[in-house]
């Protein structure tokens, strides 16, 4: 079983930046593929970038790709979220989360554990 915590959430600027972390404890996260999600008030959860075990493959939600960038340090035991020009629609709760799957999990289904979120609001 692991544990997610992420942080780095806050309040930015249009066309600004930030940074996401989540943070992992039990299992290393290298026995996991890991995701980025969230959810906006008023709209379903939605994935935003995933990353395979090793790193070698990811992806990213038409919404963000080239605006967002997802890693991962398994020596760490962390992954980010590279988060920039930022829009007013980025603003939700998001979340990270762990799957036991060895591709790319793009449904929620596929993932097994879940952060609590963290809240980015993006201001004009």
């Known amino acids: 079983q692991v544990q997610l915590i992420e942080s780095g959430g806050g309040l930015v600027q249009t066309g600004g930046s930030l940074t996401l972390s989540c943070a992992t404890s039990g299992r290393t996260v290298n026995n996991y593929a890991m995701g980025w999600f969230r959810q906006a008030p008023g709209k379903e959860r939605e994935i935003v970038a995933a990353?395979?075990?090793?790193?070698?493959?990811?992806y990213y939600a038409t919404s963000v790709r080239g605006r967002f960038t997802i890693s991962r340090d398994n020596a760490k035991n962390t992954v980010y979220l590279q988060m920039n020009s930022l829009k007013s629609d980025d603003t939700a709760v998001y979340y990270c989360?762990?799957?036991?799957?060895?591709?790319?999990?793009?449904?929620?289904?596929?993932?097994?554990?879940w952060g609590q979120g963290t809240q980015v609001t993006v201001s004009s």
């Open positions: 989360a762990a799957s036991g799957g060895y591709g790319l999990g793009l449904g929620e289904s596929n993932y097994n554990y």
């Open positions: 990353i395979t075990r090793s790193g070698g493959r990811t």
